[in-house]
């Protein structure tokens, strides 16, 4: 699903023969919101990269635009329509970039928004998983997330599969001494198929997360950072379209109750000029 919150404008400027690419995000819920970072096309390449490794790190099933390409031929800041041209092209990946909900929680993708650096204030977090639901043979789990220092809860879903995701993703980040251990799948049959083994396993993982933030240098990581931002990010957008289904049922009641009403009144009209 794709939220748009962002819009990027770019512009360039050049020095000493060097181009640089000014981009603009700003807020589009608060225009007041804004943010500008200055940088050559080198290291927005660099950060394209850098964000392609963090996708594959954590397995992100995410379609990324795709990053304007080199000039073959010539060097592009030799030319102004080139130039004009690569800003154009950095604009439109931006904007696709960003549009993309879940890169919002990635770092090297934060260090362009403008919002506040939340993920720098000291938390204490506990996981309560509180129930899991069975979608096409597939259990998801419900997380209840709670920073105890502010007390602020959200909800988080996830599949095991997801879950494994971040245990791996620390794994690859050096964190193998650090990490508790992962409950193990099931070698035969599926854990799906018996209520007993999902709720073992529903013990287990909420054991193991909450085991995750015991560790004061793994809950600092860029991987635990990614999971507190998108898991808040996904419970502001469950609420968001809460309030639009609740809205929407409002004001369809509303609707019919006014229908109601006209042909209550369309009835009796008609009933006393029959008398």
């Not at 990053?67 to 800041?77: D, I, L």
């Not at 890169?103 to 919002?115: E, G």
């Not at 015991?214 to 809460?242: G, M, P």
């Amino acid at each position: 699903m794709l939220v748009k919150r962002y819009r990027v404008q770019v512009d360039y400027e050049i020095q000493k023969d060097k181009v640089y690419y000014q981009i603009l995000v700003t807020n589009i819920n608060n225009e007041n919101e804004t943010k500008t970072t200055i940088n050559r096309y080198s290291e927005i390449k660099d950060f394209n990269d850098q964000l392609q490794k963090n996708v594959c790190l954590l397995k992100l099933l995410l379609q990324l635009p795709q990053f304007p390409g080199r000039s073959f031929f010539s060097k592009t800041n030799d030319d102004k329509e080139k130039i004009i041209q690569r800003k154009i092209e950095l604009e439109t990946y931006f904007n696709e970039l960003f549009s993309i909900e879940k890169i919002l929680s990635l770092k090297p993708v934060q260090q362009y928004l403008p919002i506040d650096n939340t993920q720098n204030k000291e938390m204490n977090i506990s996981i309560k998983i509180e129930n899991y639901v069975i979608y096409d043979d597939i259990v998801v789990y419900s997380l209840r997330f709670k920073n105890n220092l502010e007390g602020d809860e959200w909800i988080y879903k996830q599949r095991y599969s997801e879950i494994k995701n971040i245990h791996d993703a620390l794994l690859d980040q050096g964190f193998k001494n650090k990490l508790p251990s992962f409950p193990t799948r099931k070698l035969f049959g599926q854990t799906n198929e018996n209520p007993e083994t999902i709720e073992k396993r529903k013990e287990d993982l909420q054991n193991y997360l909450n085991s995750l933030f015991c560790a004061q240098e793994v809950q600092e990581s860029q991987i635990i950072k990614f999971l507190i931002s998108d898991s808040k990010k996904y419970h502001e957008k469950n609420l968001k379209l809460e309030e639009l289904k609740k809205s929407s049922t409002l004001k369809a009641q509303a609707d019919f109750n006014q229908k109601y009403r006209e042909k209550t009144q369309k009835n009796s009209l008609l009933i006393h000029e029959n008398i």
